[in-house]
């Protein structure tokens, strides 16, 4: 797929893995609509990307309103011609298990990871229909290859994201659109710290866990985002970014049912 003119809506798009394939597409001179609940964020990004000569627009946007996503492509359309590349990559963290998570704080994830996909997804299919080559791209996770235990809500969020993506490929087959779902493993970024946990959780527990998501989440955002736009320029269907991500789909190739007791042994949740 050559990126260059073409034109990209990304989600999550004021830091992390959103901004640095934000910055990477412009570096191809792919045009942006950069979209982010974080408005400081989303600035310093567009800024960013205006330096890169391509034309960007800003849009303040929470994943979870409905209405929002719906009126977002026609606020894209008053800057862009038309979008031929969709990345959704907007997403929050959930710790806890189960039995320890609320409903509410379920709900809550559910709704930006796997429904803003959903909404996304519906809202800008008319347009990349309209492309005479386009693809979106949905951001799952090395969690939508496995479970771990702790990771209920944030892992069934990312299996739903790979079994749209899947389905959604198999829909648009034979179509110009096409589809891409992406496995980061340990990407260094703040969605770890951002990251909700339970109630119930002590102090203690919490730094601990932070401790191990710094340890695991060591590969830089630039590094992950060349690895994505890569794949999307290559067309390929699934994307995994970085050894680990590689590891772990390998293992979980190999034992579908027992991967914990081999991968459970390095990391404790």
């Known amino acids: 797929m050559n990126l260059k003119d073409r034109v990209a809506v990304i989600t ?11 910055l990477s597409l412009a570096r191809r001179g792919c045009h942006l609509a950069l979209a982010d609940i974080d408005e400081a964020g989303l600035v ?25 996503v719906a009126a977002l492509p026609a ?35 559910m709704e930006i ?17 309209a492309s005479d080559d386009a693809r979106i791209v949905n951001i799952s996770s090395v969690f939508g290859l496995i479970s771990p235990p702790g990771q209920s809500a944030y892992s069934a969020s990312k299996f739903a994201g790979r079994g749209f993506s899947n389905a959604l490929r198999h829909e648009l087959s034979g179509t ?34 932070l401790a191990l998501a710094e340890k695991l989440l060591r590969l830089p955002p630039e590094k992950a ?3 994505i736009v890569r794949g999307i320029e290559k067309r390929r269907a699934r994307i995994l970014v970085g050894r680990d991500a590689i590891f772990i789909a390998l293992i979980e ?10 991968l459970g042994r390095g990391i404790q949740t």
């Not at 004021?14 to 934000?22: E, L, Q, S």
């Not at 310093?44 to 849009?59: D, G, P």
């Not at 340990?186 to 946990?197: C, L, M």
């Open 176 to 209: 110009r659109v096409g589809v891409s779902v992406v496995h980061p493993g340990g990407v260094a970024t703040a969605i770890a710290r951002n990251a909700r946990v339970s109630a119930d959780t002590s102090a203690e527990e919490k730094r601990r866990r």
């Open 75 to 109: 606020e894209v359309l008053q800057s862009h011609h038309g979008v031929d590349l969709l990345v959704n990559n907007a997403g929050v963290a959930l710790g806890g298990h189960f039995d320890q998570v609320s409903e509410t704080d379920f709900d809550w994830l």
């Open 44 to 68: 310093e990004t567009h800024a960013q990307a205006l330096r890169l000569s391509v034309r960007a627009s800003k849009h303040l946007l929470d994943v979870a309103d409905r209405a929002a």
């Open 12 to 22: 999550g798009a004021g830091g992390g893995i959103g901004r640095a394939t934000a």
């Open 113 to 129: 990871n796997f429904h803003g996909v959903v909404r996304m997804t519906r809202a800008f299919l008319p347009l990349l229909r």
């Open 253 to 262: 190739r190999l034992f579908p049912v027992k991967y914990w007791s081999v």
């Open 225 to 227: 985002a060349e690895i």
